[in-house]
RNA sequence: GUGGCCUUAGUGUAGUGGUAACACAACAGAUUGUGAUUCUGUUAUUAGGGGUUCAAUUCCCCUAGGCCACCCCA
């Protein structure tokens, strides 16, 4: 094959397209009901959009974006993330405004220069939303809540919902350094990830998968413990909202968030099912990224899902797959003068929205009546030279067999 | 970026150091204008490049891609 897809992209087939436009549709319909409003932004950004909101110590930002140059040489990425370009976006048209709540979601490609795998790929898809201007746990639970109920919607079973309090700038200090002093004796003894971890991103040691690392963490600080009273406070109102809600939430301790922006609460879905790449969605409270890309301290809180998991994860359970639209009406017609009258026939149908199709191909009636089964039509109008000269055509039941002759001038009006 | 497995017709799979098999799909036909069945036929120089050999699809190396895991993340 002299054209093959680019690494770690996939084509999506029109045998699995109906399904991501059930799922988008979802989407938008649960979005909608929470008062959430679409937003489309571009796939390329500066940048520095991105270095300065991802951090830049994330593996997102140090070795998986398409970085490129344009002609004028200024420095440009595909977008790895939207979280970013939606404040961005937001600010630049003053949708964000410290003193008023602004809902937005979006639904789009993002791109990430990784080894791909299970779940995994270069161009992926997201679906997130995005909230700011309240502070309010309520909009915390809110969105959770609304995750839920999107994957509820989605049927999707088997799912867990974690969640987290990874504190703020004032007391997240605190506790990377009790968890430095806590795993400073026994570094030496833990996995070459964590060593590495413990110098760069202490948080990150605990959810490490090792086992000779585990045992030294189960017994770790959580961040929990050492929240500020404001964090705590906010912590808790959250988990009481979401008791209240009878939202099937798992508070876990170890559940930590690469981006750096994150504060307060932070939360991710997984699914059982999926292997390795499991997160189907995550999300958490980023209070101090809108300041941080030059707007007036703003509260915001986000999440995205990963289409592409989700709809591995509907495969599996086989949830009710959407159905490609089929064929109502198919023209058969045999001879220069009776293909005419077919395609007009066609496109009156058409015009009326009814699904209609014809052979292109000059074929046999016996293939064409083939093609007609295969296309999952309901009737097919067969038009001969005989029938046509006689002034009638014949119009068959695909299901029953049965067949009987119609005057031509009321073949546009069969269905 | 690291590691393991893999790469044969449209798809899914056999197989052997001597010039490729099966299933399904697709297309065509079965006395010439009627669909799901049945029967027949048609459809591949075995990912690309290099090497070993009289000879490679089968052995070795490289490249590319796929799958899976680590890292990380949706």
Redesign the pocket.
């Known amino acids: ?1 002299k054209y ?7 084509d999506i087939l029109p045998a699995d397209s109906p399904l991501w436009q059930k799922l988008e549709a979802i989407c938008r319909h649960v979005f909608g009901a929470y008062n959430y409003h679409e937003i489309r932004t571009p796939v390329f950004e500066k940048t520095e959009l991105f270095t300065r909101s991802i951090g830049n110590t ?3 930002v140090k ?2 974006m398409y970085e490129f140059k344009d002609r004028k040489g200024r420095s440009l990425c595909l977008r790895p ?1 939207e ?1 970013a370009p939606v404040v961005r976006a937001g600010l630049e048209n003053g949708l964000i405004r410290p003193d008023q709540v602004t809902k937005l979601y979006y639904i789009g490609p ?1 791109f ?1 220069y ?9 161009q ?3 679906a ?1 939303v995005e909230v700011f201007g309240s502070a309010d746990p309520l909009i915390d639970a809110e969105v959770i809540l609304m995750n839920v109920q999107l994957f509820e919607a989605l049927g999707l079973m088997d799912l867990e919902v974690n969640m987290n309090s990874v504190g703020c700038p004032k007391c997240r200090p605190e506790f990377r350094q009790q968890l430095k002093a806590y795993f400073k004796d026994n570094i030496s003894k833990m ?1 070459d ?1 964590c060593r ?2 413990f110098e760069h ?1 202490p948080l ?1 040691i605990l ?4 086992a000779k690392c585990q045992k030294f963490i189960n017994s770790a600080p959580a961040s929990v413990d050492t929240l500020c009273a404001d964090c705590k406070t906010h912590f808790e109102e959250v988990i009481k909202m979401l008791d209240y809600q009878e939202a099937k939430v798992v508070v876990n301790k170890r559940l ?4 750096d922006y994150y504060n307060r609460t932070t939360f ?3 699914a059982k099912s ?10 958490g409270r980023y209070d101090d990224l809108v300041a941080e890309l030059g707007g007036k301290p703003t509260p915001a809180v986000g ?8 709809i591995e994860v509907l495969k599996k359970s086989e949830i009710a797959l959407a159905q490609q639209p089929k064929v109502k009406i198919f023209f ?1 017609a ?1 001879g220069d003068e009776a293909r005419k009258l077919a395609f007009d026939l066609v496109i009156g149908y058409r015009e009326r929205f009814i699904n209609a199709d014809m052979d292109y ?1 000059g ?5 064409q ?6 296309l999952g ?1 309901e009737k ?1 109008i ?8 006689k002034g009638y055509g ?1 119009i ?8 009987e002759e119609v005057k031509l001038d009321s073949l546009a009006e069969v269905m």
Do not use: W, Y
């Open positions: 094959m093959s897809i680019p690494r770690g992209t996939k994330t593996d997102i070795k998986e993330e979280t993002m990430r990784e080894r791909p795998q299970a779940g995994r790929q270069r992926f898809h997201q997130g996995c990830d590495d971890r991103n990150r959810d490490c998968k090792e930590v968030r690469g981006l991710e879905v997984v999926l292997g390795a790449q499991n997160a189907i969605s995550g999300g999440f995205a899902i990963g289409i592409e998991r989700v058969a045999l191909l074929k046999s009636l016996k293939s009546l083939k093609l007609a089964d295969k039509a097919v067969i038009l001969g030279e005989d029938e046509l000269k014949i068959k039941d695909m299901k029953t067999s049965k067949q």
